[in-house]
C-alpha cells in the first residue's frame, strides 16, 4: 500500500527466495522503482498487509532513502521505532493463531532474509543498476493522470499519441465531495469530546478560513509541517478523521511535507461549505478536554501533499500516536 494512492501486490518467490513487486493494474512484475522512477512519485511510506504479517517495505521501493531530499525527509507522521515495532507485534498477532509450528518456522526465517534485503536496499540498487528507463502511469485516462502528476519524466510522450493532445486542454477539475452530514457530525462531535481547548482554537481557526475563503487555496491546503498545526490536529484530537470526513486528502510534497488538501487549486469546493459550517457549528457546541495543546500564530502552515507506497503495495498517513499508544487494529490481509 503505498500512502500516495496506489495498491499493489507482492508475491514470494520460492526460486528467488524473495517478494517481487507485481502490479497488475500495469501489466508489470518486478519493477519497485516503477513508481518513483517512472511515475515521478515522492513516496513516504510503503506498507505491506498480508495474512501472516505488517512490513514497511519502503526501501525496496526507492533508491534515495536517507539522502539530502530523500524518503526519510518525507517520513514525519509517526517515530520510526514506533512503526517497527507495531508492525511487529501486528505480525505477532497474526501469526499467534496459526498452529502450524513449521510454517511458523518458515515465516520466521523469509521474515530475516526480508529485512536483511531491505536494510541493505538490495532490490532498490538492482533495479537502479539495470539502467532501464521506467514510463509513466499507463492507466486511466491522460487528464486524470495528469492532475495526479503520473505522467512521468517527459509527460509530452503522451501528447504524440493521436487525439491526445487536443484533449488535454479540456481537462475539467473535480469537484470536493464531503461525507453524508451525519458523518461530518459524528467526526466533530468526536473532536469536541476529545481534543483540549487549544487544539478546539486551531481546528476552529483552520476550518473558519477556508469557510470564510473557500477559494483561496493557501487556506485549504494545511501543512502537518507546522508543530502546532500537527499537534492540534493529531495528538488524540481525531483532528485527521474530521479532515477526511470534510473533504480533505492527505499528500506529500516534495516541498511541504504531509499536506491535507481540500481539492487541487481551482476546483469547486462549493459542496464542501455546508459540512465546514456543521463542522463549525459541532465545534463550537462541545468543549474541549484534556492537556492543552498548542496554538497557531501568524504565518503558520496551510499548504499541499502527494502521499507513499508495499507486499501489497498503500497509501494514506497513520495518526501519530501517543507513547504507550496500542497498534492500530490490523487491515485485511493481501495473500502472501
Known amino acids: 500500500m503505498d500512502w500516495t494512492d496506489h495498491v499493489w501486490t507482492e508475491c514470494w518467490s520460492d526460486a528467488q527466495n524473495r517478494w517481487l513487486h507485481c502490479d497488475s493494474c500495469e501489466d508489470v512484475c518486478d519493477k519497485p522503482l516503477l513508481y518513483e522512477q517512472g511515475w515521478g512519485k515522492k513516496l513516504s511510506y510503503v506498507v505491506a498487509f498480508g495474512k501472516d504479517g505488517v512490513v514497511d517495505v519502503t526501501r525496496r521501493y526507492t533508491a534515495d532513502m536517507a539522502g539530502a531530499g530523500g524518503t526519510l525527509t518525507r517520513r514525519g507522521e509517526v517515530d520510526e521505532a514506533w512503526l517497527k515495532t507495531s508492525a511487529e507485534r501486528l505480525t505477532g498477532r497474526l501469526r499467534a493463531a496459526n498452529g502450524d509450528v513449521r510454517r511458523r518456522r518458515l515465516l520466521d526465517q523469509r521474515d530475516t532474509e526480508e529485512q536483511r534485503e531491505l536494510e541493505s536496499g538490495a532490490a532498490a540498487v538492482a533495479a537502479a543498476a539495470s539502467g532501464e528507463a521506467l514510463p509513466g502511469r499507463q492507466t486511466g485516462s491522460l487528464a486524470w493522470r495528469a492532475a495526479r502528476g503520473e505522467l512521468g519524466a517527459d509527460p509530452s510522450v503522451a501528447a504524440e499519441t493521436p487525439g491526445v493532445a487536443a484533449s488535454a486542454p479540456a481537462v475539467t477539475l473535480p469537484s470536493v465531495k464531503p461525507f453524508p452530514d451525519d458523518l461530518v457530525a459524528a467526526a466533530a462531535n468526536r473532536v469536541a469530546s476529545s481534543a483540549s481547548s487549544d487544539q478546539l482554537d486551531i481546528i476552529k481557526r483552520l476550518l473558519g478560513n477556508v469557510l470564510t475563503e473557500p477559494s483561496n487555496d493557501k487556506f485549504r491546503r494545511i501543512k502537518m509541517s507546522n508543530a502546532k ?108
Open 229 to 336: 498545526i500537527a499537534g492540534a490536529i493529531g495528538g488524540g484530537s481525531f483532528g485527521k478523521e474530521l479532515l477526511v470526513a470534510l473533504g480533505f486528502v492527505a499528500k506529500n510534497d516534495a516541498k511541504d511535507g504531509l499536506l491535507f488538501v481540500l481539492g487541487p487549486g481551482g476546483a469547486d469546493v462549493s459542496l464542501a461549505v455546508p459540512a465546514l459550517k456543521l463542522a463549525l457549528e459541532r465545534l463550537n457546541a462541545g468543549g474541549g478536554g484534556g492537556e492543552a495543546g498548542s496554538g497557531v500564530g501568524a504565518g503558520s502552515g496551510v499548504g499541499a501533499v502527494t502521499a507513499a507506497t508495499g507486499n501489497m503495495g498503500i497509501s494514506s498517513p497513520a495518526p501519530a500516536p501517543a507513547a504507550d499508544a496500542a497498534p492500530a487494529p490490523a487491515p485485511a490481509p493481501a495473500p502472501a
